[in-house]
């Protein structure tokens, strides 16, 4: 069968690891072809996840921020809600003109972009259906598959029902509900229960396991989760939301787990809107994959080695469906370096670590090895930590309750981890990352002279407090 489209490289999905490989393999010279099955790029990250959320995060900051402001003799008053002009801020403003700039650079780099969803027919075809159900055979010498994931939904939830909603639902911002369950205590999850909570939602949230942010050193969840409280949020942990009951009056959840007797602690007995955030699965086991040669796990990751070639070297896999973390950065980072491998570069993904963080209210932000992680494998690390009640800037900003934490191999000196908690973590976390790319020891970190007063010298001071040349700060 003759093809439709031919191309040199073909990339599936549009997300920031899709859309960063298809610009760069344009760069590079080659002749490529972006499959999109929505109108918009930008995948997830842009249209319903990373960047939406944090807009409406800006939103919650600012109520909270003109909330606090009485205490230091500036008083905003209540503040008034117009949830069309956020909805439009959110989406037109901020979604769209990113969506916009991506079709924009698309064309300038002579990047084909097809709306439809692929599916490969053999090693070198796919087959590309429309909405209408259209279909259009494509043929490449290269592919890179970067289909992203999809929230998991959870069984024995009526998920025909609107007040039932994953987190694309909630970012739609459909209403404030009175009571709102928050089931998943995760990032994401913790992210949309700050956003619905400075709205106005009492929120209540649920976690399977027995901390916030599983996956975090314990003491760097505290500080949100001693905020959350003073702000009337409900958090209930070992306890599970196993089943949810619809009727007119609301929406019945059933609990089990330690606190499953007081979670519905509400008069009504019933939530008005339900967000189940439990995790995102991988898309790899919906592009009949088989077909082309290429294995993909029962759970839907496909196994890439350095180069992000799969077990077909001509194709490869990027992104949230090669496996955790599923952060945009990673395939960001994944989808530049598959794009300059199939040009033919000799390259290989030698990153050393992958931040986190947890844009909530302090937000919480990790990289590289954490204590917990040091002491299941019996790493000899040591810490410095720094309290940011120490910090003249972060007393200023009414902001105290934070930290910076540092993790040094105790034989070397050299960094392996950090973490910050407090107001603009994500964006202070960087520096360390640096640090552990670059090999720093505590000395090169305390010895970098940091302006003062910032938030950033917490990173020098939590070194020096590593070193044993701040001591007084206990
Ligand atoms: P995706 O962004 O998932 O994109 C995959 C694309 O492929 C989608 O557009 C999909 O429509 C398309 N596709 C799938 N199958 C087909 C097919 N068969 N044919 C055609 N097209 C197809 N990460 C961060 O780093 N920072 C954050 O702050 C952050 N916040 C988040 C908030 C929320 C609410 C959510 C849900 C996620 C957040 N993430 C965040 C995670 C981040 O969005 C993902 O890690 C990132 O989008 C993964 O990129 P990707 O390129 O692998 O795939």
């Known amino acids: 069968k003759p093809a439709d489209i031919e191309c040199h490289i073909v990339v599936i999905g549009s997300g920031p690891g899709g859309y960063t490989a298809a610009f760069r393999a344009a760069d590079l010279g080659l002749d490529t072809v972006l499959v999109e099955r929505y109108e918009t790029l930008g995948g997830v990250c842009l249209n319903v996840g990373c960047i939406p959320s944090k807009a409406l995060l800006h939103a919650a900051a600012l109520i909270e921020e003109a909330a606090h402001s009485a205490e230091i003799g500036v008083d905003f008053g209540k503040p008034k809600i117009n949830l069309d002009k956020l909805r439009d801020f959110k989406q037109n403003k901020v979604v769209g003109q990113f969506t916009k700039g991506l079709a924009g650079m698309a ?56 007040r039932v909603m994953d987190s694309t639902d909630a970012l739609e911002l459909a209403e404030v509900p009175k009571q709102l369950l928050v089931v998943g205590g995760g990032i994401i999850g913790l992210e949309m229960a700050t956003v619905y909570r400075a709205l106005g ?13 599983p996956g975090s050193d314990k003491d760097l969840v505290r500080p949100l989760a001693e905020r959350l409280k003073k702000q009337g949020v409900a958090v209930h942990l070992k306890t599970k939301a196993a089943k949810v009951e619809a009727s007119k009056k609301g929406l019945t959840v059933f609990f089990e787990g330690a606190d499953a007797g007081q979670v519905p602690a509400l008069e009504s007995g019933t939530f008005d809107r339900v ?9 790899g086991g919906k592009l ?46 994944e989808g530049r370096l598959a794009a300059e491998v199939a040009a033919g570069e000799k390259k290989e993904w030698v990153a050393r670590v992958i931040p986190s963080v947890a844009y909530t209210d302090p937000e919480i932000a990790w990289v590289g090895v954490t204590e917990t992680e040091a002491k299941a494998k019996g790493l000899k690390v040591g810490v410095g930590k720094f309290p940011w009640a120490a910090s003249a800037r972060a007393v200023g900003i009414g902001r105290g309750e934070g930290f910076t934490k540092l993790i040094f191999d105790e034989a070397t000196h050299r960094i392996v981890g950090g973490a910050i908690v407090g107001v603009h973590a994500g964006d202070l976390i960087s520096e360390v990352a640096l640090a552990i790319e670059m090999g720093a020891e505590a000395a090169d970190i305390g010895h970098t002279i940091h302006p003062h007063p910032t938030l950033s010298e917490s990173v020098a001071m939590a070194a020096e407090v590593y070193e044993g040349t701040i001591t007084d700060l206990y």
Request: net charge neutral; aromatic share 6%.
């Open 275 to 283: 967000l189940v955030s439990v995790g995102r699965a991988p898309n």
């Open 288 to 333: 009949d994959a088989d077909k082309a040669g290429v294995q993909v796990s029962e759970r839907g990751f496909i196994a890439v080695d350095r180069q992000m070639r799969t077990n077909v070297p001509h194709i490869f896999a990027i992104g949230d469906l090669v496996g955790q973390p599923m952060l945009a950065h990673k395939a960001t980072h």
């Open 107 to 162: 064309k300038q780099r002579k990047v084909r972009t097809v709306q439809g969803v692929a599916r490969f027919v053999s090693p070198h075809e796919l087959e590309i259906a429309d909405a209408n159900g259209k279909t259009q055979l494509l043929r490449f010498e290269q592919c890179i598959i970067a289909a992203g994931s999809q929230a998991v939904k959870l069984p024995n939830f009526p998920w025909d029902d609107p």
């Open 201 to 213: 939602s009492e929120v209540t949230v649920v976690e399977f396991m027995d901390q916030l942010m």
